[in-house]
Structures are given as structure tokens and as C-alpha cells.
T-cell receptor
Framework: EAGVTQFPSHSVIEKGQTVTLRCDPI?????LYWYRRVMGKEIKFLLH????????ESGMPNNRFLAERTGGTYSTLKVQPAELEDSGVYFCASSLTGGAKGDTQYFGPGTRLTVL | AQSVTQLGSHVSVSEGALVLLRCNYSSSVPPYLFWYVQYPNQGLQLLLK??????LVKGINGFEAEFKKSETSFHLTKPSAHMSDAAEYFC???????????FGSGTRLQVQP
């Protein structure tokens, strides 16, 4: 069974440009999460999808970030326009639904974003 | 609100020595607690989790953690370190309502030969 995959693995862009990150969750996982780790800081939650609906987007830093999950399968996270402070590693995770007792989130390898 | 504190951003042990990575949490609801490990150039991998069953939780690769409610702690231990244990370890908490994980700042474990 394939794990969570993310594309690209690395992205280097200039300030003001747009970048789109993609996440493919484990097949059959209704829950999809985005997290971010800025260098030297802890991993922070961005948002949570259940199928195609945004369940919790309390961690999204500002309106330059737009997440979508069309059809409840893969998800994209777009940053437009990118700022220097957006640099970091963006992780995607997925989990089965119905797991009220601390369902396990399976993480992808992350996308390292560098904004110059 | 939930929070996690990991004491020690870097821990160094000798091969064969006890590994002890500390994690304290704060949660207003009964917590679910997790330890994840990140090896170089890889994603986070679940080591073990506590979900209100047994307080001593055994995980993969010989790791275990004990949930102590009175101390609000969930420390990770391994009796004998191996070189392959060198990685960054993250403690995380979630609650009964919100599924998002709240992470500690991570502890990088170095194993000396």
C-alpha cells in the first residue's frame, strides 16, 4: 500500500511568486491534514479536510494560503504571493475516518519550500 | 488549549545506553498522546501512541512510553540505544474533539559509538 506522497520534494521560488504544493493521501483516508515547520520551530497545524470539506482551518496563517481538496482525493496548497517567512517544510498527513480515539495520522515526506 | 513541551532540543547518548526523551503536555480534555520519529530525509513515522488504554505503551524499534497523568508526562524510553536510533523525535497531543496534532519542538537524538 502506497503511503502519503507529496510533490514537489523541494521548491525554490522568489518572493512574490506563486507555488502550489500537492499531497496524495493514502487511498481510502477521508481525513487529510496540512502542517508546516518553519526552521527552528515546532511543527504547526494548518488545516484539516474531511473528504472535500474543510473541517478546521484555524491554523492557516493568512489569506495568501489557499487549500483545496477536489473530489475528496488529493489536495493542493497554494501560496500566493509567497513571502520570505513562508519558507519551511510543509507536511501532509492522512488518517481514516471514524477514529475518535486518537486515529493515527500518516505523514508524507514533506515539501521543503524556500522563498528567496 | 493544548501544548507540549519537550525538554532538551538535543540529547546525546552512547550506543547501548538508556534513551530517555522527555515530554510534558497540557490539555483541558483527556489527551491522546503520540511519539513520532523523523529520520534524515524522511517523513514522520509513528513510534507509539496512548489512547486511554494501558498507561505503558510499547512501540516499534524497542521504544516505550508511560502516560503519567499526575505528572502530565509521556516520556519516551529505550533500554539500549542503537546507532540507527539517531533521528529527531516529536511528542504530540490531540484531544477528543479537535483532531489536529499539537507538536513539541522536537528532540534530536545523537548516538555515539
Amino acid at each position: 500500500e502506497a503511503g502519503v506522497t507529496q510533490f514537489p520534494s523541494h521548491s525554490v521560488i522568489e518572493k512574490g511568486q506563486t507555488v502550489t504544493l500537492r499531497c496524495d493521501p493514502i487511498s481510502g483516508h477521508d481525513n487529510l491534514y496540512w502542517y508546516r515547520r518553519v526552521m527552528g520551530k515546532e511543527i504547526k497545524f494548518l488545516l484539516h479536510f474531511v473528504k472535500e470539506s474543510k473541517q478546521d482551518e484555524s491554523g492557516m496563517p493568512n489569506n495568501r494560503f489557499l487549500a483545496e481538496r477536489t473530489g475528496g482525493t488529493y489536495s493542493t496548497l497554494k501560496v500566493q504571493p509567497a513571502e520570505l517567512e513562508d519558507s519551511g517544510v510543509y507536511f501532509c498527513a492522512s488518517s481514516l475516518t471514524g477514529g475518535a480515539k486518537g486515529d493515527t495520522q500518516y505523514f508524507g515526506p514533506g515539501t521543503r519550500l524556500t522563498v528567496l | 488549549a493544548q501544548s507540549v513541551t519537550q525538554l532538551g532540543s538535543h540529547v546525546s547518548v552512547s550506543e547501548g545506553a538508556l534513551v530517555l526523551l522527555r515530554c510534558n503536555y497540557s490539555s483541558s480534555v483527556p489527551p491522546y498522546l503520540f511519539w513520532y520519529v523523523q529520520y534524515p530525509n524522511q517523513g514522520l513515522q509513528l513510534l507509539l501512541k496512548y489512547t486511554s488504554a494501558a498507561t505503558l505503551v510499547k512501540g516499534i524499534n524497542g521504544f516505550e512510553a508511560e502516560f503519567k497523568k499526575s505528572e502530565t508526562s509521556f516520556h519516551l524510553t529505550k533500554p539500549s540505544a542503537h546507532m540507527s536510533d539517531a533521528a529527531e523525535y516529536f511528542c504530540a497531543v490531540s484531544g477528543t474533539g479537535r483532531r489536529a496534532l499539537t507538536f513539541g519542538s522536537g528532540t534530536r537524538l545523537q548516538v555515539q559509538p
